[in-house]
């Protein structure tokens, strides 16, 4: 099946710096790539996503970019704010072995520092 | 709109207790899955069902039991609840496999 690798897992940085994230995967027909944010106590959400046919996509402060070669995708967030402190995750979708499952990576804790 | 809805929110059980998790989306989804998360672990897959009247097995399925009673609702059942089944449990769902999966609330279980 899928095997989603992120790094790192636990990110400091300081308030209006820029935060990357970076995941690897290892199933060359995953062709739907999600990141989520999960505050704490509270249930995952969807910030962005990017489809196979995509090398990169932008959403205000947030950008993912897709290197299928190198199956490699990450998480850029600019001008952090206090607000952006919380565990990101990446995950992968494809019909590896006939599955329908999304396979996430262990998660990022960013931590925005004043 | 209500999405996906999970009870219940808290549970604790004794080991070798049973008990189902329910989960019920009103999106219309064909896909739902069932997660656990553990601390630095992620979210790692329990089943999932692509579909009404089918469910697979995903990464971690090993004491669990689940059933698509309709297209709405996916339940997880524990038939004999071990402490390593101490974990958040989050359903999802979504409409397909380039889809956004939206996620219940969570259900946070702890075994003694």
């Known amino acids: 099946g899928e095997n989603v690798e992120q790094h790192p897992s636990t990110l400091s940085v300081q308030e209006g710096d820029s935060a990357v994230i970076k995941c690897t995967y290892s199933?060359?027909?995953?062709?739907?790539f999600p990141w989520y944010k999960q505050e704490l106590g509270k249930r995952p959400q969807l910030i962005i996503d990017i489809r196979s046919n995509v090398g990169e996509k932008k959403d205000q402060r947030i950008a993912v970019t897709l290197n299928k070669t190198a199956k490699h995708f990450s998480l850029h967030i600019t001008e952090t704010q206090p607000e952006d402190s919380a565990v990101y995750f990446c995950a992968a979708s494809s019909l590896a072995g006939g599955a329908d499952g999304l396979t996430f990576g262990k998660g990022t804790h960013l931590i925005i520092q004043p | 709109n209500a999405g996906v809805t999970q009870t219940p929110k808290f549970q604790v059980l004794k080991t070798g207790q049973s008990m189902t998790l329910q989960c019920a989306q009103d999106?219309?989804?064909?896909?739902m899955y069932w997660y656990r998360q553990d601390p630095g672990m992620g979210l790692r897959l329990i089943y999932y069902?692509?579909?009404?009247?089918?469910?697979d097995k995903g990464e971690v399925p090993n004491g669990y039991n689940v059933s698509r009673l309709n297209k709405r609702e996916f339940s997880l059942r524990l038939e004999s609840a071990a402490p390593s089944q101490t974990s958040v449990y989050f359903c999802?769902?979504?409409?397909?496999?380039?889809?956004?999966?939206?996620f219940g609330q969570g259900t946070r279980l702890t075994v003694v």
């Open positions: 999106m219309n989804h064909n896909s």
């Open positions: 999802a769902s979504r409409a397909g496999l380039r889809a956004e999966a939206f």
């Open positions: 069902s692509a579909s009404e009247g089918t469910t």
């Open positions: 199933d060359s027909a995953s062709n739907y």
